[in-house]
């Protein structure tokens, strides 16, 4: 029953704005001020881990062969990113709007990660799977130098560090994802609502991989595939 009310269109709506570190009510999803329940972690159980059993939202850390220093062409970055044949059977190609982060906000009441740090070049592909999803996306960013990439994902660690935060009338939960350890950095978190979205960076270097999934639920192994791919990828990039 849920699928047939939320439906795909739905889900694409939570999609839309869980871009570069946001989440929910894009432009016509919705708009109003968010309120965040934060916790002091001395005083409350940490969120069970979703996936297998270490930690995800720490930083974790892999070795890493060539990685880019600075600045990467939208053009270089095209070529690392995911396909369908990249995919398990079912997906098809569903790009995004050119609209599609207009109207973002961030998680845990917190302003876009992108918005504080910018991108110097980012390419967004983005496949679905049936008529209530799940969505796939994947965006490659890449940022002037390794320092500004390392800031923009210590920001994306630090924003999601509330356990619940509120859209208008409904109330969302953030626990962390285990990805594994990839690449240089990793951080992963899934919110859960009327839907569910994983979220996973990478970096390496100065780019940084991050891929959504979107769906009335996840499946974290799907996530963890097309994480995991995009980060082979995205190290051949020279």
Do not use: H
């Amino acid at each position: 029953m849920l699928g047939q009310i939320l439906g795909l269109r739905g889900v694409k709506c939570l999609l839309r704005s869980t871009v570069g570190g946001v989440l929910l009510l894009a432009a016509g999803c919705g708009r109003g001020s968010g309120t965040t329940s934060n916790t002091d972690p001395a005083q409350t159980t940490a969120p069970p881990l979703i996936g297998a059993t270490t930690a995800a939202l720490a930083p974790t850390t892999a070795p890493a062969s060539r990685q880019p220093r600075g600045k990467v062409d939208e053009a270089v970055l095209k070529r690392a990113t995911l396909v369908l044949n990249d995919l398990t059977p079912g997906f098809a190609e569903d790009p995004p709007s050119a609209d599609e982060e207009k109207s973002a906000s961030g998680v845990c009441g917190n302003p876009t990660v992108s918005s504080r740090v910018p991108y110097a070049s980012l390419v967004v592909v983005r496949f679905s799977k049936g008529t209530v999803g799940p969505l796939l996306q994947e965006r490659l960013a890449s940022f002037q130098d390794v320092a500004t990439a390392q800031k923009y994902v210590a920001t994306v660690r630090t924003d999601a560090t509330c356990q619940t935060f509120r859209r208008e009338a409904e109330e969302f939960k953030l626990a962390p994802l285990n990805v594994g350890s990839l690449g240089e950095e990793t951080v992963a978190y899934r919110i859960s609502g009327r839907a569910a979205i994983d979220v996973a960076y990478v970096r390496l270097g100065s780019v940084v991989v991050q891929v959504i999934q979107a769906g009335l639920v996840t499946d974290s192994d799907i996530t963890l595939a097309a994480v995991t791919k995009a980060t082979q990828k995205a190290m051949a990039i020279p």
